[in-house]
């Protein structure tokens, strides 16, 4: 079965800290593009970073990285020297080209940045 | 880049009344439109994806007839909430996608929250 696991439902990092948000998935299909969302409370969903299933190299985007080992199906997200501003909720999701499409949807880390 | 916008962010209605949402692509066709409700600190869960010119495929559980889309052009989709509830109340998303962008082209609307009273 397709599915998407987020393990930590809430951390707190110290503000300029890195932090790492786990997400591991499974599927058996061998092509696969992996998300992450971030959503303030304000309700928009804000695209961070994306990782293909046959992507060599790891994907960065300014502070974000991922951290994809595809090996353990884990596509876990980076963000160096954290800021009061990451304080939001992060979903990491997986798109299969075999279903429309859609994308399938972890439970979300709500990550808080303590001055 | 691609925008999304949808209409109203926010609407309280009376209980029995029905409410539309619109979600609209400003600069780009949407052949797809998929319809998310989000629970308080819960996830997204997907009701519906619909594809334009074609009825809406509703997930396992999602009533049909409840939660009514209308996908008729590629620029507008409609969600109306028939009959609302006060469990009806909830925030609703929808992202359309862009096949001429690839795998990358998913663009959200910025949501409607519902209070059903």
């Known amino acids: 079965a397709q599915k998407i696991t987020q393990t930590q439902p809430g951390m707190f990092v110290q503000e300029k800290e890195a932090v790492t948000l786990d997400c591991t998935y499974d599927?058996?299909?061998?092509?696969?593009?992996l998300f992450w969302y971030k959503q303030p409370s304000s309700g928009e969903m804000i695209f961070l970073i994306y990782?293909?299933?046959?992507d060599q190299q790891n994907a960065t985007e300014g502070r974000y990285s991922l951290n994809f080992q595809k090996a353990r199906k884990s596509a876990n997200l980076v963000i160096s020297a954290s800021q009061l501003g990451d304080s939001a909720m992060y979903f990491c999701a997986m798109s299969l080209m075999d279903s429309n499409y859609q994308l399938i949807w972890g439970a979300g880390t709500k990550l808080i940045i303590k001055p | 880049g691609a925008v999304v916008s949808q209409h109203p962010s926010w609407v309280i209605c009376k209980s029995g009344t029905s409410v539309k949402i619109e979600c609209r692509s400003l600069?780009?066709?949407?052949?797809?439109m998929f319809w998310y409700r989000q629970f308080p600190k819960q996830s997204l869960m997907l009701m519906a994806t619909s594809n334009e010119g074609s009825k809406a495929t509703y997930e396992q559980g999602v009533e049909k007839d409840k939660f009514l889309i209308n996908h008729a052009s590629l620029t507008l989709s409609t969600l109306t909430v028939t009959s609302a509830h006060p469990e009806d109340s909830s925030f609703y998303i929808c992202s359309a996608r862009d096949p001429g962008t690839g795998i990358l082209g998913y663009t959200f609307g910025s949501g409607t929250r519902l209070t059903v009273v």
């Open positions: 600069d780009f066709q949407a052949t797809t």
């Open positions: 599927t058996s299909d061998p092509s696969y593009g």
């Open positions: 990782q293909g299933s046959y």
